[in-house]
């Protein structure tokens, strides 16, 4: 079974301190994993050290970046690159997120090079992707996201992409509390599992984790990750307490 993932994306919140709590308080409720289930937690930069030291011993919790310079090493004052998050152990970044694309013009391109120096270096990008509000009402999202993967994936290999979690999150769905119905999210996640098919093969595509991310919360969780094409979420606001990430946890499909 395809692995079902449980990512936290904390952005840019909370200070050392908070932080350390949380990740303290969530890990003392010792929720045990069943083999394919992963908990991420995305955290700011100068936290990855004391993240990872924290999950350290614990199967299937690992810590993110929540992004990567595209260029390999050099003077490019203010970025990180991969190599430098893989040699202190981080083995996962979020790619795309809407948040970078939107703020600092992150392109397809640009995405593209970041997906390829991961994979170069043996790190999972959690490589993400939606459609914007407008987009959604024109009823063109689904060619609209399949740009993304197209123009940011399809160079790939069948080998290397199938080391690539995606994230699905509908921009208009994201901090916003207006979640995408269940409906919406496995419509859109079996559409790019079928997108991943036609060009990768269908034992490829059914090996790729999709995650959905937009207003995901405990109240919601189990009813968007019952869905077939849905493995689980990406998930910011509702990540940022104890109990509410927890209760995401524990929606993930076995
Ligand atoms: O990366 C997470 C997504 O942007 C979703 O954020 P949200 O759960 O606060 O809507």
Known sequence: MRKQIAAANWKMNLSYQQAAGLLDELLAQQIELAPNQEVIFAVPFPYLAMAKEKVAGKTNYFVAAQNCSDKKSGAYTGETSVEQLQSIGIGHIVIGHSERREYYNESNAVLATKVDLCLAA???????????????????????????????????????????????????????????????????????????????????????????????????????????????GLVGGASLQAAEFTAIIQALKK
């Open 122 to 232: 043996g790190v999972t990008p959690i490589f993400c992707c939606g459609e914007p509000l407008p987009i959604r009402e024109a009823e063109t999202q689904n060619a609209f996201v399949q740009q993304q993967l197209e123009e940011s994936l399809f160079h790939l290999t069948v080998e290397q992409v199938s080391k690539v979690v995606i994230a699905y999150e509908p921009i208009w769905a994201i901090g916003t509390g207006k979640t995408a119905s269940t409906q919406q999210a496995q419509d859109m996640q079996q559409h790019l599992r079928k997108v991943l098919a036609d060009k990768f093969g269908a034992d490829v595509a059914d090996g790729i984790s999709i995650l959905y991310g937009g207003s995901v919360k405990a109240a919601n969780a189990v009813e968007i990750f019952a869905s077939p094409d849905v493995d689980g």
